[in-house]
């Protein structure tokens, strides 16, 4: 049994942010493109992971990738506004959960995420929530762009494990990701692997964990 919880590091896409990767599709047939032929192309997913790692700028991103849907002369904002079709929203119910949170356990952000994402979801906080970045909602956000490493490779957890001193046995993951809790689990979290249809509320009662939700 692990200790008692002190800390929680949350996913963003799919536990915080509600995402829908099929909306880059439809957005995509609209141009008359094939978007699983294309996120399925090695090329295209080394350029997604450089971009993700933050090897390779937005602006390397937009003109590479429109080369491989053979629209180069497609315009950025056309082609931002598809790749960040998947984006919904941040829920005000899911804030008000964490600012609870907050209150009992210090939380973290811990996101695969790049550049053109991060710009969306930044200006939404800022402008539905009063937050000017992530860092003031959390006590610490880390994404892949910025520390140059992605999920689920270890370094990335022992990463911000080694900076915020962190204990792992107190430290609770949280992520929709079945390789990532893997990965978390090898290097002594307990985890909760949330399922899309699941609210990250709903574990929590005014802030504290629920005793009745199994840590795996």
Do not use: C
């Not at 692997?193 to 939700?213: A, D, H, K, Q, Y």
Request: aromatic share 12%; hydrophobic share 40%; proline share 4%.
């Amino acid at each position: 049994m692990p200790q008692k919880i002190k800390n929680i590091i949350f996913d963003l896409g799919g536990v915080i942010l509600d995402i829908d990767e099929t909306l880059i599709f439809n957005e995509l047939k609209k141009l008359d493109l094939d978007g699983s032929q294309l996120l399925h192309n090695e090329a295209f997913q080394s350029l997604d992971e450089r971009f993700e790692r933050g090897i390779i700028s937005a602006a390397t991103f937009r003109k590479q990738a429109k080369k491989l849907l053979n629209r180069p002369n497609m315009s950025d904002s056309t082609f931002d506004d598809i790749w960040n079709s998947l984006l919904l929203d941040i829920p005000r119910e899911r804030i008000h959960a964490l600012e609870e949170i907050k209150k009992h356990y210090n939380i973290f952000l811990m996101s695969n995420t790049n550049e053109i994402h991060y710009d969306l979801y930044v200006r939404d906080l800022q402008l539905r929530f009063g937050y000017k970045q992530f860092d003031d909602l959390f006590n610490k956000s880390y994404f892949s762009f910025d520390v140059h490493l992605l999920k689920p490779d270890p370094l990335f957890f022992e990463y911000i494990l080694d900076h915020q001193e962190l204990k792992p046995n107190e430290t609770l993951f949280i992520d929709d990701t079945k390789a990532n809790i893997e990965v978390a689990q090898k290097l002594g979290l307990p985890t909760y692997n949330i399922r899309r249809e699941e609210l990250v509320r709903n574990l929590f009662v005014n802030g504290v964990l629920r005793p009745e939700v199994k840590l795996d």
